[in-house]
C-alpha cells in the first residue's frame, strides 16, 4: 500500500508522524519524557479517544464485529482495553479471554464481561515485549482480536506469528488500526492530540509518536497479507482502499495452514 503522506518533505512529515530520524521507534525506557508519557497516558486516552471525534472515530473501526457469528466459539483478545466493541457483538463465545499487559484494565474488562454473563479468563501478560501468552495453547482458538494495538509492536511479525499459532486452522483474526502513516491521521492528529499535549504536558511529542506507534499501516497490512489470508477489509469514512484519505483500517483475515 503507497502513502503520498510519506513523499512530503521530512519537515513536514517528522511533525505529522514524528522526528523518526532523530529518535527511532523504539522506545527509551530509562528516557524522562517516556516515563511522563507512561504516567500521562491514561488521562491522554481518556481526553482524546474516549470522547469527542476521537471517540466517534474509534468506534468505526469496531462495526467489522457486527458480520461475526461468536456462538460457541472460543475467543482470545490482546490488549481489550475497556471492551466498548462488545456493545457493538451480535453473538457471544462459549468462552472469552483476555490478555492484557495493564491490571487495570483487565479488572474493567473482567467486570464488562461479567455484566453479560460471558464466561471468560483473564491473564496478565508480565513482559510486553514477550508475544508468547504461555497460557495458550496452539491450535486452540477460534477467533482472535486485536483492537487499536497492532500499531505499538516493535517486532510486529513475531507478535502475528504467534496469533497465528494460538488460532485453529481456517480461525479468523479480527481488528482495526489507525491509519498512521497516512494523510488524514497525521493531519487529525496535528489539530486535536498534539494539541491536547501540548496544553496538558511538557513532553515532546515528536518523539512520543514514533515510540508509541512505531509501525504504519503499510507495514501492519504487509505482514497480514503476508501471514494470513484477507478476508474483508474496511476503510472509513472512506470506501476507497487508502491508507491515506482515512483514518481507520478493519479487518478479518483467516489463518490457512
Not at 60 to 79: H, P, Q, R
Not at 83 to 96: G, I, K, R
Not at 174 to 203: D, H, Q, Y
Not at 228 to 238: D, E
Request: glycine share 6%; charged share 25%; with cysteine.
Amino acid at each position: 500500500m503507497f502513502l503520498i503522506a510519506q513523499q512530503l518533505p521530512y519537515f513536514i512529515k517528522k511533525r505529522l508522524f514524528g522526528d523518526r530520524k532523530k529518535h527511532g521507534i523504539e522506545a527509551d525506557k530509562h528516557d524522562k519524557e517516556w516515563g511522563m508519557w507512561l504516567n500521562q497516558y491514561n488521562d491522554f486516552y481518556s481526553s482524546t479517544q474516549k470522547q469527542g471525534i476521537g471517540e466517534f472515530i474509534n468506534n468505526a473501526g469496531y462495526k467489522i464485529l457486527k458480520s461475526i457469528d461468536f456462538t460457541n466459539k472460543i475467543v482470545l483478545e490482546v490488549g481489550p482495553g475497556s471492551m466498548p466493541h462488545l456493545d457493538v457483538m451480535q453473538s457471544y463465545p462459549s468462552e472469552y479471554i483476555i490478555a492484557d499487559a495493564d491490571k487495570n484494565f483487565l479488572e474493567v474488562s473482567k467486570k464488562k464481561l461479567e455484566s453479560k454473563n460471558i464466561v471468560s479468563r483473564s491473564i496478565l501478560i508480565e513482559n510486553r515485549a514477550d508475544a508468547t501468552i504461555n497460557e495458550i495453547k496452539d491450535s486452540s482458538v477460534d477467533i482472535l482480536l486485536t483492537f487499536y494495538s497492532l500499531e505499538h509492536f516493535y517486532d510486529l511479525e513475531k507478535y502475528l506469528l504467534q496469533y497465528k499459532n494460538y488460532l485453529k486452522n481456517g480461525g479468523l483474526i479480527i481488528g482495526c488500526v489507525p491509519c498512521e502513516g497516512g494523510l488524514f491521521w497525521g493531519l487529525g492528529r496535528f489539530a486535536t492530540s498534539r494539541r491536547w499535549m501540548k496544553k496538558n504536558t511538557e513532553i515532546d511529542f515528536d518523539k512520543i509518536i514514533c515510540w508509541e506507534h512505531p509501525n504504519f499501516l503499510t507495514t501492519i497490512k504487509k505482514y497480514l497479507d503476508k501471514n494470513f489470508v484477507a478476508k474483508k477489509i474496511n476503510f472509513f469514512p472512506f470506501k476507497i482502499k487508502s491508507g491515506d484519505f482515512n483514518f481507520v483500517f478493519s479487518f478479518i483475515y483467516e489463518v490457512n495452514k
